[in-house]
């Protein structure tokens, strides 16, 4: 029973340029969140995907958009690179939207130069 | 806005011993409260789960307990092991609440020392 998967695993941009993560949830899971995890922080919660809609939304810009196809998967996009914005980019699957035990990937690795 | 504390950045403690990792939290309280394992370079392993009206929550060697009039949570590890050595997560499920997402703490690294 496969896990979440992300890819790519790494990826290195420059200021400016837009960039495009992956996630493929537990198989059964309904539900995709994503996190952004800085070096020495716990996850920050950027939003949420049920329903091939966006139901939550942590606190981010509008740089940073997303998409969840009918087979559940998802897309984190995130425009206008900033230096800032390097960080371990999280996604997490659950069954269900609430109160529910998120399964995470493993993570893509951003860096930007 | 909801903060979480999660106690000293690191945590050494014996080979068999008990850990105690602490998670404090502001404002109100959370319907639900869980607890991750996060290993370098990975990301976070669910390990429990605790309702606000649960005092206790056990799973095997791993002890869960939440206080809502302190506003926290403690997680003990009974007879730690080196491979228990970990980074530990605290996260406060707050959908439905104001907050609605899910806020984590910044993480307790724990090393068990041989």
């Known amino acids: 029973d496969a896990g979440v998967t992300q890819s790519p695993t790494h990826l290195i941009k420059t200021r400016g340029q837009q960039v495009t993560l992956r996630c493929s949830p537990k198989s059964g899971h309904d539900t995709v969140s994503w996190y952004q995890q800085a070096l020495g922080q716990g996850p920050q919660f950027i939003f949420q995907y049920y329903e091939e809609e966006e139901r939550q939304r942590g606190n981010f810009p509008d740089r940073f958009s997303g998409h969840q196809f009918p087979n559940y998967s998802s897309e984190l996009n995130v425009n206008a690179l900033l230096l800032g914005d390097s960080a371990l980019y999280l996604c997490a699957s659950s069954l269900g939207r609430i109160n529910q035990p998120q399964h995470f990937g493993d993570g893509t690795r951003l860096s930007i130069l | 806005s909801q903060k979480i504390e999660q106690n000293s950045e690191a945590l050494n403690i014996q080979e068999g011993k008990t850990a105690t990792l602490t998670c404090n939290y502001t404002n109100y309280s959370p319907a639900y409260l869980q607890w991750y394992r996060q290993d370098p370079g990975r990301g976070p392993v669910f390990l429990l789960l605790?309702?606000?009206?649960?005092k206790e929550k056990r799973k095997e060697r791993l002890k869960v307990t939440f206080d809502t009039t302190l506003k926290q949570s403690l997680f003990h590890i009974t007879a730690s092991q080196p491979a228990d050595s970990a980074t530990y997560l605290c996260a406060l499920d707050m959908f439905g609440n104001r907050d609605d997402k899910i806020i984590f703490g910044k993480g307790t690294r724990l090393h068990i020392l041989p």
């Open positions: 605790i309702r606000e009206n649960e």
